[in-house]
């Protein structure tokens, strides 16, 4: 018999819910609203699929290993240069590749609990422990609780800035004086996949794109703002000696030629992109007022999404299949570490709409 290891025997299989079409035809639903997976509603960006379209007749050849162009327009759009940059099948497959590129047996990954689950999943998946400390008591990462708990074990640190699901961010004087204090062998992972919608939201919210730090890796995503979720391309930004690290371990043809067309017109696309923040940032604040209104309580969030903190796992439960019932799938959060919360996306206006009547609508006490 094989002998399967213990850090996989011990990780969840996927288990895949009912397909979202057989779940609406279930229940008759006419009118929904997915806010469930942070994705981006008005779609892919239509420049994204146009780049695509030019390259599928490419598809019997192996695409640019090294993904030049799309590096290219990477490192313009951020000032950096092109051997800063390293790109993969969205950030997360860049995240799990920090694993091979860096660590050493024994050596921990340090975050916090209550952030992205695929963190977890991955350092376990890599035999990588992973050390945690709790969120503060507004959902935030813990800049200070972070820094105490590092060890002689720990070789890198990871940060979602806003974090996933509790939208939350860590401002800049709090990162760039928790950055200072790091000793400089310590890997810094800044996750900012909700980046181009925290930046509108506050001044206050750091873009480390250009920050100086040789420990430093920031992680980005195409799947939220550009809406290509989907054709998974994401990318790291970080000094030269830890991009060649990364860019060794990833698979020699990863990303397809397809997402790195998708890549390349998505970065071109700034009507899409202005489009999506300025939809998100004034949906955020017409929802939150009406969850406001309704009593709800909620962590202020610089994403695109919301979650909202109730009194119970039962009652989060209570709260998903009533929405679920009228047409509105949201995300509970037992797999975060955070059953007692609920993550909401902030959609299109009649989506939101059709959330906030839900909501309404629910029979669910609020306490
Ligand atoms: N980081 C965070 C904080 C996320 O929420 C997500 C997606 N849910 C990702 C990374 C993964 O993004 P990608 O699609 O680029 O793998």
Redesign the pocket.
Known sequence: MIEIPENITELKSYKPGKPIQEIIADLGLDKTAVLW??ENNFGPSPMALEEVSKVLGNSHVYPDPVSLELRKRIAELNQRQVDEVVVGN????I?NNLFNAFFKPGEELLTCTG??V?VYIWAKANKVPVHTVPLTSDYRFDPDALYQAITPKTKAIYL?NP??PTGAIIEEDELRSFLDKIPSHIIVVV?E??FEFARDISPKYPDTSGWDYDNLIT?R????AYGI?AI???YALAKPALIEALAKVKLTFAPSNLAQAAGNGAIQDEAFLAKTIDNNTQEMEKFCASLDEMGFRHVPSYGNFVMLEMDSADQVQAYFHELLKKGVFVRPLPAFGLPHCLRITIGLPEENQLCVDALKECKVQLS
Do not use: Q
Not at 90 to 93: I, L
Not at 221 to 224: I, L
């Open positions: 997976n942070n969205g950030s997360e497959e995240f952030t992205f695929a979602a974090n996933n996750d996949a909700y992680l995503t195409f799947s939220k979720a998974r391309i994401g």
